[in-house]
């Protein structure tokens, strides 16, 4: 086979649907439309742990328009078959409306389903919910953690005790919401015994899978629809019980059901990055090679469920040491579960493991990018395989370069700017980019446009643009030719969209679907006497703006359309899969480097980050502008998640203080400042057919701990905990 020529991928090609999304045309789950379609509000419990003693839905009933209120006393029983796919943790999964205990504040109580949403609204506040209620607790500093998640290598205790030099260093780590713009919500339509759902989900599929447990319904009776998703982060991975509350009441009122979760009920509806307590002991030599580390490590998980992420991979493969051992647990409190947020696992523990590198860096009087440097592995020293490809030495070198790191004072306070103490700082990141099975369709129309299914997502980063860019390629089409659709359980299966893992997955069956087709229409030319291709050899053809021809002879040829009128073939159609990495033994990690220039202002505190860069190992880029936009936001992330980003509790009742965009503190405009993004040129090959790894993730990982580091680097004063407060640092 040929290589095709790569005409769009490696563009900087504006999004396909960005003129659908600016002008309104992009359909989100709660804008779908339904005739008949009645709404429907959830009542959230206001106790943070007890039970319901009682439920007077009298006065909700009697408003005008509400058509029935449901909760646990008169709920159908709902089989919740076991699932262990879908993202569920593992634990007994939230079961609406089946009992009367409440497991945490905000927990869904009651729905009230009505003809409009004003009467559902105040239907709901007429609900009147008396409780039995307990002390919840939900203080990690205070609360009893679950078994260790072990991990060792050497002896790591023996090492740090003979290490010349030694940190001990106490994390605290914020609960932090994906707060996407979007908020979730679902549509739900019962046909019969056949239900479909317009709902906002990171994955069709496992949303599809859910339900189908829940309800106990055949795979065939359920369908997800999802098209377009304004935001995700992390916040779509699993399906949350509002969307089982809304296909309930569909059934109950035999009438499709809108029900889209308040901002206030983002921040107990769906999960959350949670609140982290990291301490880490570091062990060295005084030329900095380093001996032992002991990470202690625990996070917040639900009562009923075990929430776990990949905490445990930065500390044993970013840096070269023989003395490991680690310990991860999950600290049960009376909250909703945790789900994974932009670069799950990593970012937490980077910004530990980064903000140490940089402590034990001044405490060495070496540089923080040497330091690094001395302790650069040769191969992932937790399984002896070696990196597919691990070029952040590089990074280092562009980022410093472009960066300019050579301004930088190593002494902390030493440049001024009237009031303002400027810093600079760096960390390093790295991002296990998932590789998930897949599937995708391919279909060449007698008029020589094609279109291309699969069942995954577009959250944001572009999906629609950089599939329809590698479809094009592969069949030899125009941009404008090729048609992608996704989110839609009916077409072939993927994966979670999430995990930096689409391109490699999805866009690894994409060219396979593609490439079959295009082989097809191949053989059909070469075979064909009337065809001025007959008797090439099929691997001598390349296809090229719809055009077949000869590589080696570009005269000969034909077209699709022709190709096909001749052969009175409506379509070529194929099914491309993509089965995962497979055998192959090799550590696949995306890699940063990213830089950050802070100002802080001697007498209040306040940090203002000036200028950030990021320099990415991260394979082929596909559609470098959307790379851009993905790299922009991992920063813009990273920015929040460093200075702003807190979900504050009350301890008293569990509730959520801040549980809106005014209280819980995003970047805006003015908080973000100049953002440059540098992609090493090249790519990885490690059991993908595009040579890339994926880039959503690594974006946010690191940038916390560069912010921090150059925090330091302005005031001489450590904060260990995130957010880095304007208090904290007076
Ligand atoms: Mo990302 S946390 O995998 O949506």
Redesign the pocket.
Known sequence: MSPQPQAAVGAPLSRVDGVLKVTGRAEYAAEHDLKGVAHAVIVDASIGRGRIRSIDTRAAEKHAGVLRVIHHGNAPKLPYRDNAGSNNPAGRRLRVFQDDKVLFHGQPVAVVVATTLEAAQHGASLVKVRYDAEQPSTDITKAKPGEPTPYARGDAEAGLRSSAVRLDLKYELARNHHNPMEPHATVARWDGNKLTVWDKT?WVMGTHDEIAAVFDLPADAVRVINPFVGG??????RCWPHTIVAALAARVTRRPVKLVLSRKQMYFGTGFRPAYEYRLRLGSDRRGRLNAAIHDIDHETSSYETFFEAVLGTGQMMYSMPNVRQAYRQVPLDVNTP??????GFAPASFVIESAMDELATELGIDPIELRRRNEPAEDESTNEPFSTRRLSECYTVGAREFGWDRRNPKPRSTREGNLLIGLGMAAGAYDC?RYPGQARARLDADGTAVVEAATTD?GPGTYTSQTQVAADALGLTMRTVTFRLGDSEYPFTS??????TMASVGSAVVDACNKVRQQAIKLAVEDRESPLYGVNADDVVVRNGRLHDRNNTVRGETYKSLLARHDRSHLEANGSYEGPGSERSAYFAYSATFAEVSVDADLGLVRVRKMLGVYDAGRIISPKLADSQAIGGIVGGIGQALLEHTVTDHRDGRIVNSSLADYLVPVNADVPEIKAIYLDGEDNAGNLLGVKGL??VVQVGVAAAIGNAVYNATGRRIRQLPITAEALL
Do not use: A, N, T, V
């Open positions: 990171q995700g982060f992390g916040s779509g991975l789900i994974w947020m932009r670069g799950p998932g959250m979670p969209h999430g995990g930096s893992s959503g993730e």
